[in-house]
């Protein structure tokens, strides 16, 4: 049978993500892609690494800055709302941080928004004076206010904050939007963002001194070629010589190429790694300005 939670060690790196959420599929699909992989046990809270010394423990999300304050786990995937939102409720009471964010992952995106109701004209913050808004973010809501020199009162709620207007509980919302469906059957719209957030990694503020150093390290650098190639496509084609500028303006999110075989007489062959959408239309513009056999590759993963 395999291990449950165990004691902190020194030698091998605790990942924290969440068990079963939005967050908890991607953030488990980016590990395996790092080349990570796991037996589970029974219970399933804690994943054994089995290609690395990597175990993950799967949690709630709102566990997991906790988790890497009090140093049970090394990493965790988190969404950037969560981690602020704690990192701000520490500050507040005066706390020293605990947590950074590494990386932000591209996944999990949404954004903390101030939604209020459809009829609402919305003219700025200093509409805000004297009224209640509820929100499950109080930290950085109130960090938002004071910045904006805005007295407002923060309702706090646990969920279910969109409906706080229709039972009179608040006068507006400060809630996660992603599509905008629920904020639409609620009858509210969105109005001001207060936060730009995706799934991050997160760690500690000081860097690990013993073997987690190597491994975190060895991590990161996976984390950034998987990440780097995620949208990326290797671009081979032929084309003459003095068309190759031309070609190479036509891919701004390019690298600079490779040449492939540089015949003389022929055209060249080159590859490029191109890193935004290469889309249909794309190529039939390349392939009018001279590109000729075009080529988009998959691009597995890349220490580039
Ligand atoms: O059980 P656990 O505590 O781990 O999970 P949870 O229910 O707290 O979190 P979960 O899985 O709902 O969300 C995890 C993370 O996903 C959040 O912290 C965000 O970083 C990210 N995320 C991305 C979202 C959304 N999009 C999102 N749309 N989290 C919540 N929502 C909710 C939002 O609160 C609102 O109720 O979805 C509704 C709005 O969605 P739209 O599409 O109608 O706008
Ligand atoms: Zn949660």
């Not at 990597?54 to 140093?71: E, F, N, S, T, Y």
């Not at 602020?84 to 409720?89: K, V």
């Not at 003389?264 to 001279?290: F, K, N």
């Amino acid at each position: 049978m395999s291990p449950t939670v165990v004691p902190a060690t020194r030698d091998r790196l605790r990942i924290a993500i969440q068990k079963s959420g939005r967050l908890a599929e991607p953030a488990r699909a980016l590990l395996s892609a790092c080349g990570l992989s796991w037996r589970e046990s029974r219970d399933k809270l804690f994943c054994y690494g089995e290609s690395l010394p990597v175990d993950l423990l799967l949690v709630r999300d709102d566990d997991i800055p906790g988790l890497i304050a009090d140093g049970v786990c090394d990493f965790g995937v988190v969404g950037r709302n969560e981690l602020d939102e704690q990192a701000g409720a520490r500050a507040r009471n005066g706390l020293p941080a605990a947590y950074r964010e590494f990386r932000g992952l591209g996944f999990g995106a949404c954004r903390l928004m101030l939604a209020v109701p459809e009829d609402w004209q919305w003219t700025g913050p200093t509409q805000l004076q004297g009224l209640r808004i509820a929100t499950s973010y109080p930290s950085i809501l109130a960090n938002w206010l004071q910045a904006q020199g805005v007295d407002a009162r923060v309702v706090e709620l646990s969920g279910s904050v969109e409906i706080a207007p229709k039972l009179d509980t608040a006068d507006l919302i400060c809630d996660l939007v992603s599509s905008g469906a629920t904020l639409a059957a609620n009858q509210l719209k969105p109005v001001h963002t207060l936060l730009d957030s995706e799934a991050v990694l997160a760690g500690p503020v000081r860097e690990h001194d013993d073997q987690r150093a190597d491994l975190a390290a060895m991590l990161l650098r996976r984390m950034d070629g998987v990440l780097k190639m995620k949208d990326s496509k290797l671009l081979m084609f032929r084309a003459e010589r003095e068309r190759v500028s031309e070609l190479m303006r036509l891919l701004p999110d390019a690298d600079p190429p490779t040449y492939l075989a540089a015949d003389v007489q022929g055209p060249l062959s080159l590859q490029t790694m191109c890193h935004g959408l290469i889309t249909w239309q794309r190529l039939e513009e390349l392939e009018r300005a001279g590109a000729q056999g075009l080529m988009v590759l998959s691009v597995e993963r890349s220490l580039a």
